[in-house]
């Protein structure tokens, strides 16, 4: 594709790649403000994105070893970082795995079957999902709550209770996988049917391995937003044990002291699991799954 | 024994009814072809008769069973989709093994049936190959062997070769034709190809707005239409129609005055017409003869079509909504913007009353 371009081209792409560079060195400071904040001596904030003394202490406590300071005494890890950052990764698992079993069931109800009442839950679904949860932690702390009493593994204070209420946001996922499905050729599951699948097979074994990517990002977004989500699991979860990795790590910053170091390492470990993650899923996220099935 | 029955179907979608009322016996082992125009049910009737779609009305019976609640995997019936609707995650095999899988068959049981029917399709070095990996022919092919693996009483063919060019789909023809003779089942294949429907039908069903327009061999679709919508729809170039109104009747022949005054006679059974009445007189564009005299419409020639094998010629006539085609030999040259004179034997004419029923014909097959 040499495509014959007009002179002012070469300015015109130089002057793209400049703001581009600008948008990306805008994008990754913070990023390496908390990489530079984690292995400065100290708790400091401010200081120049170089650290002069590169020291590990900070990363020592996150990953649970104490190790001796200035003055000859020996510090211990505050906190069990790696056990939040294990909760942490407990609850995203749970709450992926029911969000995508729960939103890829639906969404194949609103997309393929036909029922009273369907484009009515479709909109209400929607419209529910405008509200941030933030606002109802209140109810959702005093329903839990109520919940606790009779099933404790839904309590308050148990992971339960977090995925179970990660698993309310389902709403947009159904409409992202909905939109999916409705790309797929239905023609492919009438064959099915036609071959004798039931409804849940032509599902299971027809539609779903044709929407893998579509799969792979519902779960990875879902993720992410358990490991990263911190009002509701503040409301939900108290003890130390029980605490994920972005409820814990808020403990570093009471208000007679800031560790910021201790913080910013225990930041960064929570991006791991969603970049492991990532990494692991990109295999699958491929288009022309479907290409070949029907005439083009 | 898979005779097909249908007892005044009806399908409704909500307030609109796409089929008023099917009445149709298909016997075992025969090819029946449905076609009609887009939107006239055919396709609809097909899936009513899949499972696809449940019916509103009417019976179905497959096999003298009634068929109305069962879903398609009981009905005996396997389908052919005009997109082929190939699973694309899986391999050949294991496309045309889904079903047998399904059925609880284990691998052991239904590999040679699947290379079997594999190789009869030719397809027996693909079996590995995923749909997108294959042409569209064979495609159509591997969709095809997924029905035949299933053993079914009844093939349903849904325009299974419209998204093929034209070579190949001369191709499929002709195997289809061979499958048919050599698996024996009843075979039900809807187009709205009319050569297919021509080639492959024991019987043609034509299909207009839900309704079905006439039944029967393609012989006597083309020789014996019932009415205008059946006599236009099968031939190509169609057939030309002019109006007119009757002028004289006699035993043999029935005279017709036509738009412009010529009067042009046609060998058809008056016994039902009187004179005076509206009538369309239709002739096929094969049986006009470009400078005759005897019993003729002239007209000016607008255009001339050079097919290779044989010429069409279109001529502006005043009782013809369309210019009217002539089938001439292939060199034969008429400059366009001249005068012809188009004549007919009366025996190859059709005449049809004001509604549109065709009269009967004295010799329908003369030469």
């Known amino acids: 594709m040499a495509m014959v371009l007009d002179k002012s081209h070469t300015g015109r792409v130089f002057a793209t790649h400049l703001a ?46 104490s190790y001796i300071d200035q003055f000859g005494h020996q510090v211990d890890p505050p906190f069990p970082v790696l056990h939040w950052l294990w909760n942490s990764c407990k609850v995203a698992l749970m709450t992926a795995v029911v969000v995508l079993t729960l939103s890829t069931t639906c969404a194949y109800a609103f997309a393929r079957l ?39 593994w839904l309590g308050i204070d148990s992971h339960g209770s977090l995925v179970l209420a990660y698993a309310g946001g389902v709403a947009l996922h159904i409409w992202t996988i909905k939109g999916y499905f409705e790309t797929i050729p239905v023609e492919i599951e009438e064959a099915a049917l036609v071959d004798g699948a039931s409804h849940f097979q032509t599902f299971r074994l027809v539609l779903l391995p044709m929407a893998v990517p579509i799969l792979i990002v519902v779960f990875l977004l879902s993720f992410i937003g358990a490991i990263i989500e911190y009002p509701v699991a503040s409301v939900l979860l108290h003890q ?33 699991p969603i970049t492991v993650l990532f990494l692991l899923s990109q295999k699958w996220m491929v288009n022309g799954l479907t290409s070949g099935g029907v005439k083009g | 024994m898979a005779t097909v029955s249908l007892k005044n179907i009806v399908k409704r979608f909500g ?13 075992d082992g025969e090819f029946i072809v449905f076609v009609g125009p887009s939107g006239c ?35 005996g019936i396997a389908m052919v989709f005009q997109s082929y609707a190939l699973y694309p995650h899986m391999s050949v095999f294991e496309n045309m093994a889904f079903g047998l899988r399904l059925a609880n068959m284990k691998k052991a049981e239904y590999t040679p049936i699947v290379q079997d029917v594999a190789k009869v399709l030719q397809l027996d070095h693909l079996l590995e190959r995923k749909p997108k990996e294959l042409s569209g022919g064979q495609r159509q092919r591997v969709a095809i062997g997924r029905a035949i693996v299933q053993k079914p009483e009844v093939f349903l063919f849904d325009e299974p070769l419209s998204n093929l060019d034209a070579a190949l789909r001369v191709q499929m023809r002709i195997y289809i034709a061979q499958l048919h003779r050599k698996l024996g089942a009843t075979m039900i294949y809807v187009t709205h190809d009319q050569v297919e429907a021509m080639t492959l039908a024991d019987r043609i069903v034509v299909f207009q707005a839900g309704r079905l327009e006439q039944v029967g061999t393609p012989t006597e679709l083309y020789y014996e239409p019932a009415n205008l919508f059946v006599a236009g729809f099968l031939g190509s170039p169609g057939m030309n129609f002019m109006t007119g109104s009757i002028s004289q009747i006699t035993p043999d022949e029935i005279t017709v005055a036509l738009a412009d005054g010529q009067n042009v006679r046609v ?17 096929r564009p094969e049986h006009l003869t470009a400078g005759t005299q005897d019993n003729c419409v002239s007209g000016k020639v607008v ?3 050079r097919l290779g094998d044989s010429s069409v010629l279109y ?11 002539v089938r001439i030999p292939a060199l034969k040259h008429v400059a366009v913007g001249e005068t012809v004179n188009l004549g007919f034997k009366p025996k190859h004419g059709y005449l049809f009353n004001a509604q549109g029923i065709a009269l009967r014909r004295l010799d329908p097959l003369a030469e």
């Open chain 1, 20 to 65: 581009l560079i600008v948008f990306i060195a805008l994008s990754l400071f913070p990023f390496l403000m908390i990489i530079s904040i984690s292995l400065r001596a100290g708790n400091f904030a401010a200081g120049g994105i170089i650290p002069d003394h590169i020291s590990l202490e900070h990363w020592k406590l996150a990953l649970g070893f």
């Open chain 1, 114 to 152: 036909k029922f009273v009442g369907r484009k009515f839950g479709l909109n209400a679904l929607f419209l529910m999902q405008m509200f941030p949860s933030v606002l109802s932690l209140i109810a959702i702390y005093a329903i839990f709550d109520q919940i606790g009493n009779y099933a404790p």
């Open chain 1, 240 to 272: 130390e044990q029980n605490l994920t990795l972005a409820v814990g790590s808020k403990l570093y910053l009471y208000t007679q002291n800031y560790l910021w170091g201790d913080f910013a390492a225990a930041a960064i470990l929570s991006g791991l």
């Open chain 2, 15 to 27: 307030d609109v009814t796409t089929l008023h009322g099917i009445d149709l016996e298909i016997r």
């Open chain 2, 41 to 75: 049910g055919k396709t609809t009737l097909l899936r009513t008769i899949s499972g696809l779609e449940d019916i509103s009305e009417g019976e179905l019976q497959i096999g003298g069973v009634r068929m109305n609640e069962l879903p398609p995997v009981k009905r």
């Open chain 2, 267 to 283: 060998a058809v059974d008056g016994s039902t017409a009187k004179a005076g009445d509206a009538v369309t007189v239709g002739v």
């Open chain 2, 303 to 305: 255009v001339l079509e």
């Open chain 2, 315 to 325: 001529v502006e006539h005043p009782g013809s909504a369309q210019p009217l085609a």
